[in-house]
């Protein structure tokens, strides 16, 4: 089984400066897919960014990019230039590649971006 | 259609009674998750379906939670006998294969129990 954890409910960060969201995971598998999910008050869940555990590079799209330590089955994502719209709950999410297809959710991390 | 579309957006119903909540999703994904989101808290698994099959449905909190999916779009979950710890987010997602690929989720479905 897949165990995704989020050791921060909560975080703040004032715009346009940079701020971490920590995820730990644990999985008996080899091959398997890690995201960040971002779900603004709105509840529609947008997928932020997505890694492959077999790549070694980290996964960038714009602002978003991860640190993703597999030895340390640690994925946090880093958010640059933090803006209003921003400020979300963010989910981090695993999957296996195989046969288990479960997405399996962290608690969350609620991120305010202030003014 | 242009994205998974989830009915109806919120439901307010008296306990005891059946409720149906509704899940379109992308046209031509062939799984389909369903999801629950209780206040302050993650995302629990409900049930996944490939195509009409539900190859694991163990996340059904109890025998009063079944769900449908038919013509290998539509799904429909249902709830009889509603309880207020029912109350909570139901969101659906679907994806164009199993693993690794980005599910799109729907913008949920808030059930209260009263």
């Known amino acids: 089984a897949q165990t995704v954890t989020q050791s921060q409910p909560e975080m703040s960060v004032q715009e346009a400066e940079t701020v971490t969201l920590s995820c730990t995971y644990d999985?008996?598998?080899?091959?398997?897919?890690l995201f960040w999910y971002k779900q603004p008050p709105s509840r529609q869940m947008i997928l932020v960014i997505r890694q492959e555990a077999y790549k070694q590079q980290n996964a960038t799209e714009n602002r978003f990019s991860v640190n993703f330590q597999k030895a340390a089955k640690s994925f946090s994502l880093k958010i640059s230039d933090s803006q209003l719209g921003d400020t979300a709950m963010y989910f981090c999410a695993s999957v296996s590649g195989g046969s288990n297809y479960k997405l399996t959710f962290g608690k969350g991390t609620l991120l305010t971006v202030n003014p | 259609g242009a994205g998974v579309s989830q009915s109806p957006s919120n439901k307010v119903t008296e306990k005891g009674k059946d409720v149906e909540l509704r899940c379109d999703p992308i046209s031509g994904h062939t799984a389909l998750y369903w999801y629950r989101q209780s206040l302050g808290q993650g995302l629990e698994f409900l049930i996944y379906f490939q195509g009409n099959s539900a190859p694991d449905k163990s996340g059904l909190p109890s025998d009063r939670f079944s769900a449908e999916r038919t013509g290998g779009s539509v799904s429909t979950l249902t709830i009889q006998r509603t309880q207020q710890e029912d109350s909570a987010v139901y969101l659906c997602?679907?994806?164009?294969?199993?693993?690794?690929?980005?599910?799109?989720f729907g913008q949920g479905t808030r059930l209260t129990v009263v």
């Open positions: 997602a679907s994806s164009s294969r199993r693993g690794g690929t980005e599910a799109f």
């Open positions: 999985t008996s598998e080899n091959n398997y897919y």
